[in-house]
């Protein structure tokens, strides 16, 4: 052998070897018929296939237990018709007829027959009853006889197991005596699933070989359009076909019947006896598979394709719930498309409000979002936590807690984008944890950050306002007026000691923010601790009668009239507002104390 002859020679082997070793290479290469070459879903059914081969078909009637014998009338081209005899023997092979022969493989040079007993009077009910072990979508129902074909003949279906019957469809000569219904009724839209009752196919002749098929679609009007006819695609779809022969044919003995006393037992008796049951369709998968199988519990099931699982695909895979499951069509896949969650979640549910509102595009919900996402589809970060755009929102870090300070912001909740905590007055930094500039820290949880006091800071707020010409007969001072005692307690509404936290103006108003710390009198609508304001008229303030200062502790005692309108405290030229010592907490309790006891009255 020449070189040039043993490389490709060795080449040949090692494919030969290699497809040895593995038999389905082939099968592996070939395309998915769901989908096109580039990856895009299309609509996809398995093959048409006769449903009922060897599948078990219960019957009402078998020959052959006890043995019997039974006789036909055979025809002959231009011969007289004769009559043969034959037995039937369950227990002999070659003389049973059982039931399997129904649907077995039939040829010319393999005809079986089943054959029910005989029947000598009034006509017997005979039964077929057929389970598919699934459902499909049959277009025709065919009985090749080996008998003279039934006089009448009815064909039910079930679409659930057997549980429930519906009759499909009749063959009489009699149809309104036989069935209660008119012979070869018109179809409309209107009853495309109304059982139909006709006398075709019901003659006697031919004696054997004869032949009953019923088309599920023909004359239907919506069988032109069948993907857009659920009411057809109902009609056609059955777990379960049952037969029931109801009335026979007599064929009359050749020679005019004969008598006496050799008279065959078998005469004047009948019989069905049916070659082959045949159940033409598809596996339902719903146009979103191209094959069944058999599971491990050996039943058979669809290879779902296109996102979709269930016996018949009949619903969307888990998770995969953007859009209602549907039937494939020619036009259209719909293929069950995955909810969009950005990788943040393992659930979701199907909304149909939201799916219209899009334009029937979207209508999946993401539910229980992880990574500290929220939103439909998981897309923006939960309260308390804000995006981290150095990241995609799929990624599991792509969300930031905000850690807004506890005293310092005013809330939990951070910008999405920026993560910038909403901060108190006179606070800032991204989470609010520090003073602004020109604020210093307070001891007050409400107002953290307070301003910083300037010198004469009380004269620089009065000096737009015009000072009165006499500030000493205007305020009238009095001798000892910094002092405090029993008298002057009992002359004012209230006493409380307080600590000044801001300022602001309001026309011709000074309003103080402070934090009332110690209530030692409230007379009228009680005084609480916590924070107020207090309002003194700027002509008061800029005489500095009272004077106060910020970010101090003061002694206020005063009275409740004055303008209702401002919430607060009042104090004026007449109120006592001196800095706070601590030696006074003593004094003012035994001024309640005194109080209680009804001292005020006679003070």
Same mark, same amino acid.
């Given at each position: ?59 009402? @009637? ?47 040079? =393999?005809?079986?027959?089943? #054959? ?52 499909? #469809? ?51 009007? @919506? ?132 799916? &219209?509102?899009?334009?029937?595009? @979207? ?51 951070? =910008? ?7 901060? &108190? ?14 604020? #210093? ?21 009065? @000096? ?50 402070? =934090? ?75 001024? #309640? ?11």
């Amino acid at each position: 052998m020449s070189r040039a002859w043993r490389l490709p020679l060795s080449v040949c082997l090692l494919a030969a070897v290699a497809q040895a070793l593995n038999p389905f290479a082939v099968q592996q290469s070939q395309p998915d018929p769901c989908y096109e070459e580039n990856g895009t879903a299309r609509r996809c059914i398995p093959e048409f296939i006769n449903a009922a081969f060897g599948k078990e078909v219960q019957v009402s @009637s078998t020959c052959g237990r006890p043995a019997s014998r039974s006789c036909s009338i055979t025809e002959r081209e231009e011969r007289p018709a004769v009559r043969s005899c034959q037995v039937c023997d369950a227990s002999e092979p070659r003389r049973a007829h059982p039931a399997s022969y129904l649907t077995d493989l039939n040829s010319a040079h =393999n005809l079986t027959c089943w #054959q029910s007993e005989n029947f000598h009077h009034s006509p017997q009910n005979v039964t077929l009853t057929l389970s598919l072990g699934k459902k499909f979508e049959i277009t025709y129902v065919s009985l090749q006889f080996c008998s003279p074909r039934p006089e009448s003949l009815a064909i039910y279906k079930s679409m659930d197991y057997g549980r429930n019957w519906t009759p499909y #469809q009749f063959y009489s000569s009699q149809c309104r005596k036989m069935y209660n219904r008119p012979n070869k009724a018109a179809i409309t839209k209107q009853n495309e699933q109304e059982a139909l009752c006709t006398d075709g196919h019901t003659d006697l002749y031919p004696l054997s070989g004869g032949l009953i098929a019923f088309s599920t679609l023909d004359g239907r009007p @919506s069988g032109k359009d069948f993907d857009n006819s659920p009411v057809l695609q109902d009609w056609v779809t059955v777990t379960d076909i049952r037969v029931v022969f109801s009335r026979p044919h007599f064929p009359r003995e050749p020679g005019g019947g004969g008598g006496g006393k050799d008279e065959d037992p078998a005469a004047g008796s009948y019989f069905y006896a049916v070659g082959e049951f045949q159940v033409g369709g598809r596996c339902k998968c719903n146009g979103h598979a191209a094959r069944c199988m058999k599971e491990k519990e050996g039943k058979l099931v669809c290879d779902c394709k296109h996102n979709t699982e269930g016996p018949e695909c009949d619903r969307c895979k888990p998770f995969h719930y953007d859009r209602p499951w549907q039937r494939a069509s020619n036009r259209e896949t719909n293929e069950c498309l995955a909810c969009n969650c950005n990788l943040h979640a393992r659930r979701c549910r199907f909304n149909m409000e939201l799916y &219209k509102l899009s334009g029937r595009k @979207s209508g999946g919900v993401c539910l229980n979002c992880r990574h500290n996402t929220a939103g439909r589809h998981c897309h923006y970060c939960k309260e308390g936590f804000y995006r981290d755009l150095t990241k995609t929102i799929t990624h599991r870090k792509a969300c930031k807690a905000c850690d807004c300070h506890p005293v310092g912001a005013a809330g939990k909740t951070c =910008n999405q984008t920026t993560g910038q905590c909403p901060c &108190k007055d006179g606070v800032t930094g991204i989470t609010c944890n520090r003073c602004a500039k020109g604020y #210093q820290q307070s001891r007050s949880p409400v107002a953290p950050c307070i301003k910083i006091p300037v010198i004469s800071s009380t004269e620089a707020v009065v @000096s737009s306002t015009e000072e009165p010409a006499d500030c000493e007969s205007y305020c009238k001072p009095v001798k000892g007026n910094l002092k405090i005692n029993m008298k002057k307690y009992c002359k004012k509404d209230y006493a409380v000691q307080v600590n000044v936290l801001d300022m602001e103006t309001v026309g011709d108003w000074a309003k103080f923010s402070v =934090n009332v710390v110690t209530v030692y009198k409230s007379r009228g609508d009680p005084i609480k601790r916590g924070d107020h304001f207090l309002w003194i008229h700027m002509k008061d303030l800029a005489c500095k009668c009272p004077k106060i200062q910020m970010s101090k502790r003061f002694l206020v005692m005063g009275s409740t009239e004055g303008p209702s309108e401002r919430a607060g405290l009042l104090a004026d030229k007449n109120s006592l507002v001196i800095q706070w010592r601590d030696v006074w907490t003593r004094r003012l309790r035994k001024f #309640q104390r005194k109080e209680k006891k009804g001292k005020c009255d006679t003070a």
